[in-house]
């Protein structure tokens, strides 16, 4: 889903716009 995200070489972590928590893309 769309969402505001941190990647890095590893995973993406981020909020998701659906549900609103953190979770790994």
Do not use: F, I, P, Q
């Not at 969402?3 to 890095?8: I, Q, R, V």
């Amino acid at each position: 889903d769309s969402g505001t995200y941190t990647c890095n070489a590893r995973n993406c972590l981020g909020s998701s716009a659906t549900t609103g928590t953190l979770h790994v893309k």
